[in-house]
């Protein structure tokens, strides 16, 4: 039985690796990938595109017009002398954002009045323009409670803001570990979701279930490629992830590397079941991209589960990635322990058990 | 025009047409993934933050502890829950229970009363630093009305030096639907049309089929515009179920015009279907180019096309790498048609680089596909 086992999953391996072009596409694109996205994939705003349309003459408003100048979150793309100049360029997106001083700015400050200012904001992406005012409001409140200060009348109270676990709040570090449980759900998937179904056009599906070989046998024969090229490829990735991108590895691989095994299981179950329901590549082509989107989605890696409504935050319970998201991101900027984990890893253990055995059973019974 | 090359683009549309019909799967592509991926997306991606699980700690239940504090029961924004101790709040923080502390320290109001501008401390949880940025700012925004109110108790209007107005043009309401849902079209149609075409040359290579088109009479030229075209149809269909459910489902307006919308998209949709051609063509075999169109399609299309991750906010080396996705000039095209209108220094480079890549795909599966056997 060993032999007839370790054959078949020699045979597995053979049949994904050994044409040039499908190890390579298997292998090479979830690197290139981890090394783009990781840059990529970022909601930190820099050097936003920054134009100023000054109405007054004043030194108060040139000493404004400074700070934004020196302010390194700001590129100034142009000075504008007159209103028509600034929607043809905020239209055009040639600003993100105008800065507008009102006319006798300097002479209202002098009288003890406020001096007007407005900021335009290109609103087509609500994020960007949200980070792009938080930065306007910044630099104009430090600068009045320093003007305010000088008059010996400050601030009533302050607001000391820290932040746990990621204290210059890089969206980098929250980003780049979900990309681990992206690429690794996607290699997964790939390796898994068309293996049987490639077998099945070919014919040679029903060759194998007449053999000897049990339909566990055939199970752990078709998942063994996917959990090594799935383990191996994550290592690769966190390995970057540490040593490239910088990410704190806060927590114990000890903790990271139970529930990624879990993880992977569960992808293969899923990816096996959609390969045995499937009788050509294009259907199991359909079927991978039908759960790959949803899971990629309902997982939070790009927006969070806590901002959808309350049906999909349901849905999102069946989401294997849900789960490994959340460790893998608690493990390394937390350092959060196994315990905190418990109601991640059943479900999660939940998942593969049902998806493999679907699988296994589909095996035999679907049979044309 | 050779005598009955009409004739045979029809045979060919039709043997196409047919195959297409047979196998649910495409019919599947077409019309209910569109439906699925916009539900999903359009609910499901969402950066506004509400109902922020807050825990707050008050120590001295005095009048400007509580009257700041009460600020936080009053916005749509957070979930308040109150915690006796700051040691009880860092334990819930630790265990993700609440996603941010606002303290207020027991010596906060007396030290307020006699003039000492005490502290008040906000922690959040910075590992998803978007949301944490998104709390800071709401709790400033509470505590800049706090103290506004509170020097009009005191009898006194707050002249800051700088009166900052704020308008955020297209969006006023910052909803971030009105933005993701325009560059959830794009990435919709780059996965319809690569799935669709993906398989459909590199099937016939491998099932043989290819050699008996090539010996009829049928020319190359006419074997690819007789595929195009069923699948541009379909691609069509699930364009315009798209365009309507984002119209009428999620209310994002359409401040550009209805012609030029369907223009731009039917434009990239040759561009994505020329790329799954292109697929299908270079790799010839069915199972490379499934791998091939799973990791080239979606996750290029949904993190490089600034649907959702500002391509402004990117290192340059990335910026340029995102000129190769198709997916990023029709995101452009969108958000300005959706939000702006027509915006034609906008539309008309980005229509030519369509032009372009569409050129290039289309341009090489021609090449590829020649009469003649290896």
Known sequence: ?368 | MRPGRLMRLKGMMRKEWLQVIRDPSSIAIAFFLPILLLVIFGYGVSLDAQDVRIGIVVEQRDQPSLSFVGGFEQTPYFHPSTFLSIQEAETALRAAEIDGIVWVRQTFGSDYLTGQSPPIGLIVNGVDANTARLIQGYVQGIWGSWLEQQAELRGGELTPPVQLEQRIWYNPEVRSTDFLVPGVLAVIMTLIGALLTALVIAREWERGTMEALLVSRISAPEILVGKLIPYFILGMGGLLISLAMASFLFHVPMRGSLWLLLTTSALFLWVALGMGFFISTVFKSQFVAALVAMVSTFLPAFILSGFIFDIRSMPDLVQWLTHLIAARYYVSILQTLFLVGNVWSVILPNSAALVLMGLFFHGIVYRKTHKKLE
């Open chain 1, 1 to 368: 039985m060993g032999g007839r086992l370790w054959a078949l999953i020699i045979k597995e391996f053979l049949a994904l690796f050994r044409d040039k072009k499908s190890r390579m596409a298997v292998i090479l694109p979830p690197l290139v990938q981890l090394l783009i996205f990781g840059y990529a994939a970022t909601f930190d705003l820099e050097h936003a595109t920054l134009a100023i349309f000054n109405q007054d003459q004043g030194n108060f408003s040139r000493e404004l017009i400074g700070r934004f100048e020196r302010s390194t979150g700001f590129d100034i793309v142009g000075y504008l002398q007159s209103e028509s100049q600034i929607t043809p360029l905020i239209d055009g997106e040639g600003a993100l954002l105008v800065l507008r001083v009102g006319e006798q700015c300097s002479q209202k400050v002098a009288l003890g009045e406020s001096c007007p200012v407005q900021v335009l904001i290109d609103g087509r992406n609500s994020n960007t323009a949200m980070l792009a005012l938080n930065y306007v409001r910044t630099i104009i409140t430090t600068f009045n409670q320093e003007k305010a200060a000088l008059k010996g009348n400050g601030l009533p109270a302050q607001l000391n803001i820290r932040a746990w676990f990621n204290p210059n709040l890089e969206s980098r570090w929250f980003i780049v570990p979900g990309i681990i449980a992206l690429l690794a759900m996607i290699v997964t998937l790939v390796v898994t979701a068309l293996s049987v179904a490639r077998e099945r056009e070919a014919g040679t599906f029903d060759q194998l279930l007449v053999t000897p070989l049990r339909p566990w046998e055939i199970l752990i024969g078709k998942a063994m490629p996917g959990l090594i090229v799935g383990v191996g490829e994550a290592s690769l990735i966190i390995t970057v992830t540490v040593f490239w991108f910088k990410v704190p590895l806060v927590g114990s691989l000890l903790v990271l590397y139970p529930a990624l095994i879990i993880y992977i299981l569960s992808i293969i179950g899923v990816g096996l079941m959609i390969s045995s329901f499937s009788t050509t590549l294009q259907q199991a082509l359909l079927g991978a991209f039908l759960f790959i989107v949803p899971a990629v989605i309902l997982s939070g890696f790009s927006t969070p589960i806590a901002n959808m409504p309350q049906i999909m935050q349901a849905m999102t319970y069946l989401d294997p990635m849900r789960y490994f998201l959340t460790i893998v991101r608690r493990v390394f900027l937390e350092g959060a322990g196994l315990h905190y984990f418990i109601h991640d890893l059943w479900p999660m253990s939940l998942i593969a058990l049902v998806t493999l055995s679907m699988a296994t059973w589909l095996f035999r019974h679907r049979m044309y």
